[in-house]
């Protein structure tokens, strides 16, 4: 596939097929996913694959501690934000809501939807040794860009998952992984379910002028 033609098509996916992602599909997914650059070539970078009963498993325990937690997606913002921001986020919703079901609570939906991986038969969970400072979160950032438009180009569908993060302790506890690893993304990947509304939803970008200053 078109790289350029990949990146412009993309989109996060919502709904997907129960039919499993074959193991060596995944592998060479996250063969393709580590090509991308990291400071000193560190690759701080780790991955905890969930397939099957275990990605159910971790999902009823996201979902039960969502709703005990009362924990909500939310922009991760210091401050209020200012308005062109949360126009943004409505953008966002204004495309997604007509492509639910009627009546349906969009923030529910996504947090609900969120803690279970949207159904995807895989979630991949995304740790950073706590050895390194933020500045590392970087590098996650970008493995995680290669891995969405990778999965793109190997005909799976994506979804990044930030709400898990809140469930840092549950997550390592219940996958048995070191107390020292900070859980800063999972991505849900799995095949579009094509019948699913919620896919067509195409989140627009602000011109690049909001974006983009020249000095020349
Ligand atoms: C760091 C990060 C965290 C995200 N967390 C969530 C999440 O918890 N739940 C969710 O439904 N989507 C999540 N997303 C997906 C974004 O909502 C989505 O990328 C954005 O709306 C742009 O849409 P697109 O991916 O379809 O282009 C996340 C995306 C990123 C990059």
């Not at 996916?13 to 650059?37: G, N, T």
């Not at 706590?130 to 970087?138: G, I, M, N």
Request: hydrophobic share 40%.
């Amino acid at each position: 596939m078109d790289l350029l033609k990949g990146i412009e098509e993309r989109r996060s996916s919502r709904a997907f097929l129960e039919k499993p992602v074959e193991k060596h599909i995944l592998e060479k997914l996250l063969d393709l996913a580590v090509q991308a650059p990291s400071a000193i070539n560190l690759q701080p970078w780790e991955f905890t694959v969930v397939m099957g009963q275990e990605r159910k498993r971790l999902s009823r325990l996201l979902v039960k501690r969502m709703r005990e937690m009362n924990i909500s997606c939310g922009p991760g913002a210091k401050n209020r934000l200012p308005d062109y921001f949360v126009e943004r986020e409505r953008g966002l919703l204004n495309v997604m809501v007509p492509n639910l079901p009627e009546n349906t609570d969009f923030q529910d939906f996504i947090n609900h939807g969120s803690c279970d991986f949207y159904g995807a038969p895989t979630a991949i969970i995304i740790t950073l040794d706590d050895v390194f400072s933020t500045a590392r979160l970087t590098d996650i950032g970008i493995v995680v860009g290669y891995l969405v438009l990778a999965a793109h180009a190997l005909g799976l569908g994506t979804c990044p998952i930030g709400l898990i993060t809140a469930f840092d302790d549950d997550i390592k506890e219940t996958l048995s992984l070191p107390e020292q690893k900070q859980v800063v993304i999972g991505v849900a990947v799995g095949y579009i379910d094509p019948e699913a509304p919620v896919n067509r939803s195409r989140s627009v970008r602000v011109p690049l002028e909001d974006v983009v200053k020249w000095r020349e």
